[in-house]
């Protein structure tokens, strides 16, 4: 999977309300509030309960978590596993992710706890900061803005604000999350240890691609 930077920035205003998604023009769309700014700075946490240097890096996202300007997401990665204690929230698919990120910032390996920053920054996720200093770079970044319409049926749609569109193809991802969980960890790295980690994604879902529409000649 290919990770665009204005791919991951595209998720900020589609996140929460998508449990039940569904798309279509519709008629009388009003807008739906968001539960955090509109164009907040993404943060992705790559941890594991396997993980001994991992606590501290959950904690700071827990602080993040109860910030308006940033969304932060766990994505729990699987390859700790096998050190004896299986991570309940682990998948390949958030290990994928990751490995993804490593070729597309360069990087010649990839760890927990890793945090990436708007799809384009680096840091060493348990670095408090390292973190606030990379969001903070961020929010001067020039973003893609989403609004998010329900209709009178409860249909969602998302959609681009005219002269705000992308110059380039882009794709808008939904991420469904837990808000938090209590864990007590029995084996591995970090046994005998009870854990609390926090929005925890579970799916991480396509949900629309913008395609750049050609430039029509003037009429003569």
């Not at 597309?104 to 996720?125: A, E, K, R, W």
């Not at 110059?167 to 046994?191: I, M, W």
Request: proline share 6%; hydrophobic share 45%.
């Amino acid at each position: 999977m290919r990770i665009r930077t204005a791919a991951a920035a595209a998720v900020l205003a589609a996140f929460f309300l998508a449990i039940f998604l569904r798309f279509g023009a519709a008629a009388g769309d009003l807008p739906v509030k968001t539960t955090v700014d509109d164009m907040p700075v993404v943060v992705e946490l790559f941890t594991s309960q396997g993980c001994s240097s991992c606590p501290p890096a959950d904690a700071l996202l827990g602080k993040l978590a109860k910030r308006q300007d940033v969304l932060p997401l766990a994505f729990h990665v699987d390859y700790w596993d096998y050190i004896g204690w299986r991570d309940p929230y682990a998948s390949k698919e958030a290990t994928d992710r990751q490995y993804a990120y490593g070729r597309s910032l360069g990087l010649n390996m990839v760890y927990t706890p890793q945090m990436v920053i708007d799809g384009s920054q680096d840091v060493v996720g348990s670095d408090e900061g390292a973190v606030i200093r990379g969001i903070a770079a961020s929010t001067i970044r020039k973003k893609l803005k989403l609004s998010i319409l329900r209709n009178a049926s409860g249909a969602y749609r998302v959609a681009i604000p005219a002269g705000d569109a992308p110059p380039a193809p882009a794709s808008v991802y939904v991420a469904l999350f837990d808000k938090a969980h209590r864990t007590d960890v029995k084996k591995g790295e970090n046994a005998d240890t009870s854990l609390t980690e926090f929005n925890i994604v579970r799916e991480w879902r396509k949900i629309g691609e913008w395609k750049v529409r050609p430039k029509r000649s003037p009429s003569t």
